[in-house]
């Protein structure tokens, strides 16, 4: 049977439910962390399942977000990006 996407609402019948997925942290936990404009209700009225696609894109988005999170050397961070930033720029000319 074909269920909607939470997050996409396309239609699929490959969807995982964001509750009960017994990954660590959980996709709602994701969802929450990634977009937290969003809240995450057990019994609200959307959808309660993913679909590979949208799981995919949050497992980036989540990893992406805690790299950055936890970037001890936030400084060594910056100067890297200005560096790249101006080889950049000399390869483009
Ligand atoms: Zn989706």
């Given at each position: 049977?074909e269920q909607i996407c939470r997050t996409c609402m396309t239609n699929s019948?490959?969807l ?30 959307l959808p309660?399942k993913m679909c ?42």
């Amino acid at each position: 049977m074909e269920q909607i996407c939470r997050t996409c609402m396309t239609n699929s019948v490959a969807l995982v439910d964001i509750f009960t997925d017994q990954r660590e942290p959980s996709l709602a936990a994701m969802l929450c962390e990634c977009v937290a404009s969003i809240k995450i209700n057990l019994n609200d009225e959307l959808p309660q399942k993913m679909c590979l696609s949208c799981i995919c894109d949050i497992q980036t988005a989540f990893a992406f977000k805690r790299r950055l999170k936890y970037q001890r050397r936030t400084h060594m961070y910056c100067w890297a990006l200005s560096i790249i930033y101006k080889r950049s720029k000399k390869h483009a000319k």
